[in-house]
């Protein structure tokens, strides 16, 4: 069975501070996806990226970066430069590529408080 | 485009009472659907999941049920809330045989007492 790790329950930054989101993961499979998702005050689940177990790439779309690292079962997840505007939960979440019910499994979540 | 509808948005209901929430999604076809449930605080619970018409799989016992009467609709019930049954539920779909991201309606956040 899968599962996803998001130890940091709570982190408060000052704006302007970058902060970065861990999430570890595991799974006995070779081929897996994995997701960011941000939960604002509102509670619906924005999507923000998604990641497949073959491609390490980083990738960074604009003040956000992610850092994808097999070899330790990795997917982090920075803000750089951190707004209010960002302060919210953040779900890691993974899912299997094999057929079957392909839910996603999430972490616990990270919430995030940007104070001004 | 796709779109998922969840209601009621917030729902406060007495212990004992029966439960009904409803998710449809348009624009999709043969979608898998599911039902996540998020304790205050916490991360989200995957409850029910379905790949078709009838056919539903629960993840954990529980004092809930789901029914998917039609291919883009899918209900979530209970004949007799609890306390521990409050929390925030989300209906989700995912593309049937493909992998993206799962798309989420706006939630419903039931408050038991």
């Known amino acids: 069975a899968q599962k996803v790790t998001q130890a940091q329950t709570e982190i408060s930054v000052v704006e302007k501070e970058d902060v970065t989101l861990d999430c570890v993961y595991e799974t006995r499979d070779t081929t897996y996806y994995l997701f960011w998702y941000k939960q604002p005050p509102s509670g619906e689940l924005v999507f923000l990226i998604r990641?497949?177990?073959?491609?390490?790439q980083n990738e960074i779309s604009g003040r956000y970066s992610w850092n994808f690292q097999k070899s330790t079962s990795s997917f982090n997840f920075t803000i750089t430069a951190s707004q209010v505007v960002d302060s919210a939960v953040y779900f890691c979440a993974l899912t299997l590529s094999s057929a079957g019910r392909r839910a996603l499994t999430f972490g616990s979540g990270t919430r995030l408080q940007v104070q001004p | 485009s796709q779109t998922i509808h969840q209601w009621p948005a917030t729902l406060v209901q007495p212990v004992g009472s029966p439960l009904s929430l409803e998710c449809t999604v348009e624009g999709t076809s043969n979608p898998n659907l599911y039902w996540y449930r998020q304790a205050a605080g916490r991360g989200l619970q995957l409850l029910f999941y379905s790949v078709g018409i009838g056919q539903i799989s629960s993840e954990v016992p529980q004092n809930l049920s789901a029914s998917r009467p039609q291919d883009r609709q899918f209900i979530l019930s209970s004949k007799k809330l609890l306390l521990s049954d409050s929390g925030f539920y989300l209906c989700?779909?995912?593309?049937?045989?493909?992998?993206?991201?799962?798309?989420f309606g706006q939630g419903t956040r039931l408050t038991v007492v």
């Open positions: 989700a779909w995912r593309p049937r045989g493909r992998n993206t991201e799962a798309f």
């Open positions: 990641r497949n177990s073959f491609d390490e």
